[in-house]
């Protein structure tokens, strides 16, 4: 009998079991902050309380709670037999008459920003709550953003100011590598002039901060400006960006022609770039002094190409040592180079031996 009574009792906890799920809270298109500058809308400033239940159960209320420091400031109140109702922050400013226990603003202000929270209550009583989302609302005010460069000689300077942006933006500036991972060479904090106005909104900007391109400047180099919004979990939101792309392309050239020990170089057409590289260069290569040509080629001619950024020969073809051959000035035509020095390293290993 007590077998029965406790099979009964199983029956009844599963009975009240609920498929009730909560959260996340969200806003629409997957969107990470409401833009002021759009206004109130649907598409822009709807909150949704993301809930999952079995069919036959049913929601009898959502109930939505703004926070700030830990404290509640506003709350807002959707139930399926009575009217909705906005309290605190909320109060004025929500639409009351959905039908489907989103919170939607219907008016942006700046302190409509924070931490919100909302939990679903059925009809049998069993409630759940989700987890606080911290919301941004953030506006950008003012002109356009604006990037202005230059570079001259090896120098690329730059000037930039940021939208008024609130809340306060998180700004980074400088040289830019995919190679190396981004920011390689940063302006730094104490370059940037930070303005804040009396709505709480601040602007970014600098003004004629240079960088040296070099020898170890990366060819993917780029300036790189991003402006972007910080939340309280260190989740950053971009905003807006501005990049000039490949500042050092035209500054590319033909690194320095690898030739062998008793091969000379002399350039009479060269432009040095940043990078120590030989652009709309030509060059002779010839047997040093000391060395003689191994046969008719006496001295060759390469240039740089500027597609393939590769030392060619004057039919295009890449250029490479061996087109060269040279031996010891007074050796016979047919002894090489790589023959005596091999000749000489077997006397010095004669003495050297015991």
Not at 126 to 133: D, F, L, P, R, Y
Request: with cysteine.
């Amino acid at each position: 009998m007590k077998l029965w009574l406790f099979f009964l009792a199983s029956l009844g906890t599963l009975a009240v079991t609920s498929a009730l799920r909560v959260g996340p809270v969200r806003l629409p298109h997957n969107n990470r902050f409401i833009n002021y500058t759009k206004g109130a809308s649907p598409d822009n400033s709807l909150l949704e309380c993301v809930h999952q239940l079995d069919e036959e159960e049913q929601v009898a209320t959502v109930s939505w709670m703004l926070w700030d420091a830990g404290n509640i400031v506003g709350s807002f109140d959707w139930h399926t037999a009575d009217p909705a109702a906005a309290t605190g922050k909320l109060e004025g400013v929500v639409a009351l008459d959905r039908d489907d226990g989103s919170l939607e603003l219907l008016d942006l202000r700046h302190d409509l920003s924070g931490e919100y929270s909302c939990a679903v209550t059925l009809t049998n009583g069993k409630s759940i709550e989700a987890g606080k989302w911290e919301v941004l609302v953030v506006e950008s005010i003012s002109q356009l953003s604006a990037l202005h460069r230059s570079l001259s000689g090896c120098t690329y300077s730059s000037n930039f100011s940021t939208l008024a942006t609130f809340p306060k933006p998180t700004v980074r500036a400088g040289l830019y590598s995919e190679s190396l991972g981004g920011f390689y060479k940063e302006i730094p904090e104490a370059q940037w002039l930070v303005q804040k106005y009396d709505n709480g909104s601040y602007t970014y900007s600098y003004s004629n901060v240079a960088f040296e391109l070099n020898a170890d400047t990366p060819v993917d180099v780029s300036f790189y400006v991003t402006v972007g919004v910080m939340k309280n979990d260190s989740n950053y939101i971009p905003i807006s960006s501005a990049m000039d792309k490949h500042i050092i392309l035209h500054q590319l050239g033909c690194p320095e022609p690898r030739v062998e020990a008793y091969q000379h170089v002399e350039y009479h057409r060269d432009t040095i770039t940043c990078r120590g590289e030989h652009k709309e260069a030509e060059a002779i290569v010839t047997c040093k002094e000391g060395f003689k040509a191994d046969g008719d080629v006496e001295e060759v001619l390469i240039r740089c190409d500027e597609i393939t950024l590769m030392w060619v020969l004057e039919n295009g073809t890449p250029a490479k040592r061996e087109h060269l051959q040279c031996v010891i000035d007074g050796a016979s035509s047919t002894a090489s180079v790589s023959t005596a020095l091999l000749c000489v390293a077997l006397v010095f290993q004669k003495f050297l031996l015991p």
